[in-house]
DNA sequence: CAGCAGACGCTTCCTGCACC
DNA sequence: GGTGCAGGAAGCGTCTGCTG
């Protein structure tokens, strides 16, 4: 496909102009969890047509932000994976996600929660300076999608997939929302059974303090 | 089965123009 | 200057089929 430019003597316009179009910039999110095949990238990104996953794919190795990888024998499967360069958008991916998360806390009808997309938020929402303390383990299971996420030094590691050993594991559903914005307390989440438990309960507390979402966006007025 | 790619129809965007 | 409309271009989604 042919990328339209904007015109403009400006970073920005250049930047929307590779990762701008519909479902680029979430092709990048997946991709800064890992390496991913392209089977791999439809299950991440349930509603995007194969062909434009195509077309995406083949603009963003053109722009050098990913590139294609060979496996070794016996798989020789092809990955993709981000380039140094492509690894740059991280910090503005997860500013990006921080920002968006502010606009609401429930999924609407049809949203989905996929392993990656739940990595990304909690990279997006971690608080450093809440990270002081000893390390910890969380395993969160959220609408059957599997993440777990590891503070140890002050640092996040966070990654799909379960935690053996965790500290503490937390199901959960759309909930989740509510709890990282303050909105629900860990209290109430516990007692109302939005959360169930399995480790030390404590531990929810300084997860809802080490994972916040920003105050949300004022909302425009309707007029009515 | 993975990894595309083409055809087709629909939607959205852009541009130019007219009108107020 | 702001708004509305029409036509063309571009983009998107679904379906289907091809290749290794």
């Known amino acids: 496909m042919v990328q339209r430019s904007y015109g403009e003597a400006c970073g920005l316009a250049h930047a929307l102009e590779v990762v701008g179009e519909r ?45 294609r990888r060979l496996l070794p024998r016996p798989s020789s499967a092809v990955v993709y994976e981000l380039t140094e ?13 921080r920002w968006g998360a502010r606009l609401g806390t429930q999924p609407r009808p049809g949203d989905v929660v996929t392993p990656d997309s739940l990595v990304m938020a909690l990279r997006s929402v971690f608080r450093p300076e809440a990270a002081a303390g000893p390390d910890v383990g969380y395993e969160l299971r959220v609408d059957g999608a599997v993440v777990h996420a590891r503070v140890a030094g002050g640092a996040l590691t966070a990654a799909p997939g ?26 109430d989440a516990i007692t109302g059974g939005a959360v169930r438990l399995t480790g030390d309960p404590a531990l929810l507390d300084r997860f809802t303090g080490l994972f916040r979402i920003p105050p949300p966006a004022p909302r425009p007025r309707t007029g009515a």
């Open 23 to 67: 479902w680029a910039l979430l092709i990048v999110r997946d991709l800064l969890v890992g390496p991913r095949r392209y089977t791999e990238l439809r299950k991440g990104l349930p509603r995007i047509p194969t062909n434009i996953l195509s077309s995406r794919l083949k603009d963003l190795e053109l722009s050098g932000v990913v590139r």
């Open 85 to 97: 360069y492509g690894a740059d958008l991280e910090e503005a991916v997860v500013a990006l996600g």
């Open 162 to 187: 379960p935690l053996p050993g965790a500290d503490l594991v937390i199901e959960t559903g759309p909930a989740l929302g509510a709890l990282l914005h303050g909105t629900l307390t860990p209290t």
